[in-house]
């Protein structure tokens, strides 16, 4: 199997720069001046006392610290605190970080007490004096490797085809991928499916929306049987995710015809494609107890899980029928729909 993260766009490497970087005193006074919350923000706390600005963030900024280059952002350990990650917006990825001042910034808190729980959220941001310089967000780390492909939209640009490191939508490592990170949930014990829906319910409690349009902000850690969720945002007042859209990410069904799909004269196994047609099965079974054993329900509303997940072949065995309006009958029967 081939690292996930290989899967997400490349954008334009940024030369290799060393640590030994010129940088001026860090401003004493000013460093942790916009942290309104110093007492209780471990980061924060941490990289007061590890003197993190200049030396930790310079050093952090290393070629072997980087751990993903997304369509959006890229991403860096932070080798001296493995409880955070470092995150750096592509918009601002032409920077030439050798050049750098990191003297000049100051750490400012962003972490929502009313988040409880990881979620792969932001805790403090890195900002410079010079505004020409980038921002920088402190993450939370999560475990695990990126669920399933990433979308089309990642992979191709429209009118020009295949972003440059791209591999193809329907390339076989990804099919291989694709089949592992299914095995990876169909073995997961229902626990990890009842705690996955109980942190939906804390997004919603705390006002949070999860990016269900890419697969890969799931990240399975099979060590620990969780599915972890990343990439979240601020929504709007009463907004609720909508659990059947995330089970739609979850399995990444739209890959499933891929998968099933012949490509430059390869062919999976007939084993390999029932193993992937059960292993769906088995998900979409462990979710639907998730939501009974927590009280919750999937929405009619929810556009791709009622035009993509419910109509797939996956369902139709599930459910024991083909016919898109026994289907929805028979999950208002479980209980299940809202």
Known sequence: MIKAINFCSQIKPISTHNTQRAFSDPIQNDSFKKSDAQGTNEFI????DSDFIPFGLAQT???????????????YDIPSNRGYV???????????????????????DCEDSDLQGNFGQA??????????????EI????????????????????????????????????KEHYAKCLQILADMPQEAYD??????????????????????NFLLDAQNDRINIIDIEKAPSGFKNDLGNALWALTD??????????????????????????????IIDKFTKALINNNKK????????????????????????????????KLEQMGVLE
């Open 45 to 48: 706390k941490w990289a007061k």
């Open 123 to 136: 805790v403090a941001r890195l900002i410079s004096d010079n505004p020409k310089n980038p921002t920088f």
């Open 195 to 216: 705690r996955l829906i109980s942190e939906f319910s804390q997004l919603d409690k705390a006002g949070y929306r999860f990016d269900y349009y890419n697969p890969n």
């Open 86 to 108: 470092l995150r750096l917006s592509n918009i601002d990825g032409g920077a030439n970080l050798d050049e750098i001042d990191f003297g000049s910034y100051r750490i400012q």
């Open 298 to 329: 999937y929405s009619k509303e929810g556009f791709e899980f009622v035009t993509q997940l419910v109509s797939s072949i996956p369902m139709s065995f599930y459910l024991k029928t083909a016919n898109i309006y026994e289907k929805m009958e």
């Open 139 to 174: 993450l939370k780390r999560q475990e695990g490797i990126t669920n399933a492909n990433p979308p089309t939209s990642v992979v191709y640009i429209k009118d020009v085809g295949l972003k440059t490191g791209e591999l193809p939508y329907e390339a076989q490592e990804r």
């Open 253 to 282: 069904i739209t890959y499933f015809g891929t998968y099933m799909s012949d490509y430059d004269g390869t062919r999976t196994s007939d084993e390999d494609r029932n193993e992937v047609l059960k292993n769906n099965v088995e």
């Open 61 to 75: 900024l290393s070629e072997e610290n980087k751990i993903g280059n997304g369509f959006t952002n890229t991403v």
